[in-house]
């Protein structure tokens, strides 16, 4: 192929991933806007409407990053809910990526009123975590990276309590022709240019291009969430942008 990264074996996948976020964990904030000409804060505005958490929700926030989905949950409970009661779990497995999350809050009231918490984990193992012990559980843009998305949706299932919801942010499939083809040309030409040109590090944005390609369309991921035991609302996703990311849900009854 003509990718950086080529196909690597299953064992070293997590190593490598490990590596991308290192690198690219400083510069990760400017690349997302440039490479989506900042379209990625709507898609995760609308990701918070749709998970639409309740007063007082403990939220795990898994590949939480550098924080954007924790600092929507807690921006949505203050204003919308007018709530100071929830929390949410932050877990990454990149040190790098969670320490400039946690720099982030480092300032806030939230960070003094004990309601943010990091834990450096892997979303395929969450020993850590009780079982039954969120109302929420999101990944956002985190499950491509995962060796086994399998079992991430399965400890999701493990974690969440009885009546808790599964969300999942991830770029998916765009299926109109027209569109695909421009997408494409973005992916192969654009994204990797922008990381020469703003990160210099091309190999790491081909990387994430080329996890994107891998990743099961809707249908199939929706189909992943089912067999880990949730039960979905009609397909189980919705597709933003053309099918570029789409939201997948499921309930844990
Ligand atoms: N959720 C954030 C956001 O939406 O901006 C960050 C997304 S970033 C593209 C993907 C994150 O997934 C990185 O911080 C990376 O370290 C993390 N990650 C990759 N594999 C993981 C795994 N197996 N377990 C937990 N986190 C993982």
């Not at 720099?103 to 892997?122: H, I, L, M, P």
Request: aromatic share 12%; net charge negative.
């Amino acid at each position: 192929t003509h990718f950086g990264f080529k196909t690597v074996p299953e064992e070293v996948k997590e190593s490598l991933v490990r590596n991308v976020f290192s690198s690219v964990a400083s510069n990760y904030d400017v690349m997302n806007d440039a490479m989506s000409l900042g379209i990625h804060r709507l898609w995760k505005d609308h990701f918070m409407r749709t998970m639409a958490p309740t007063p007082g929700a403990k939220l795990l926030d898994v590949a939480g990053g550098t924080g954007d989905i924790a600092h929507r949950f807690l921006n949505y409970q203050d204003n919308i809910n007018h709530d100071s009661t929830s929390s949410v779990h932050m877990v990454d497995i990149n040190p790098d990526m969670l320490r400039e999350g946690e720099r982030r809050f480092a300032d806030s009231k939230w960070k003094q009123e004990g309601r943010v918490d990091f834990t450096v984990g892997n979303a395929e193992h969450l020993d850590f975590i009780e079982d039954n012990s969120f109302d929420a559980y999101s990944i956002a843009f985190g499950i491509r990276n995962c060796t086994h998305p399998d079992r991430v949706v399965r400890e999701a299932f493990r974690v969440l309590k009885p009546g808790g919801r599964f969300m999942c942010l991830e770029f998916s499939r765009v299926s109109n022709p027209l569109l695909a083809a421009a997408y494409d040309l973005h992916s192969f030409y654009v994204i990797p240019k922008l990381g020469e040109l703003i990160a210099n590090d091309r190999n790491s944005y081909e990387y994430l291009v080329e996890s994107i390609r891998k990743f099961p369309a809707q249908d199939d991921f929706a189909q992943i969430i089912r067999e880990a035991g949730f039960t979905t609302i009609g397909s189980g996703y919705e597709n933003l942008t053309f099918g570029t990311v789409a939201i997948h849900s499921g309930f844990k009854f």
